[in-house]
Nanobody, 116 residues
């Protein structure tokens, strides 16, 4: 069973930065991609950023130029560096992993709150 442990959320003022981490452990097939999605109150969960095992990345338009996703394949860990944070970035951020069996596992979520 795959376990995803997230860390790094918190409260920050607008314009500030946070770095999220997510470590995957347990029995898993080869990882195809790791990424982050977020869900704000009353809204659907949305893609934030994703990175493949080969290092290709994709970002939501709303975070391009401000967020950077990276990963350490040896540690099965993915990071999300968030700069120039805005109040509209406030959400619960969920790490997820897609494996070679096309199974997607989710972390428990970490709260990010940006005050104006």
């Amino acid at each position: 069973q795959v376990r995803l442990v997230e860390s790094g959320g918190g409260l920050v003022q607008a314009g500030g930065s946070l770095r999220l981490s997510c470590a995957a452990s347990g029995t898993m097939f080869s990882i195809i991609s790791m990424g982050w999605r977020r869900q704000a109150p009353g809204k659907q969960r949305e893609l934030v950023a994703v990175i493949t095992s080969g290092g290709s990345t994709n970002y939501a338009d709303s975070v391009k130029g401000r967020f950077t996703i990276s990963r350490d394949n040896a540690k099965n860990t993915v990071y999300l560096q968030m700069n120039s944070l805005k109040p509209e970035d406030t959400a619960v951020y969920y790490c997820n992993v897609l494996d070679s069996q096309m199974s997607r596992n989710w972390g428990q979520g970490t709260q990010v709150t940006v005050s104006s």
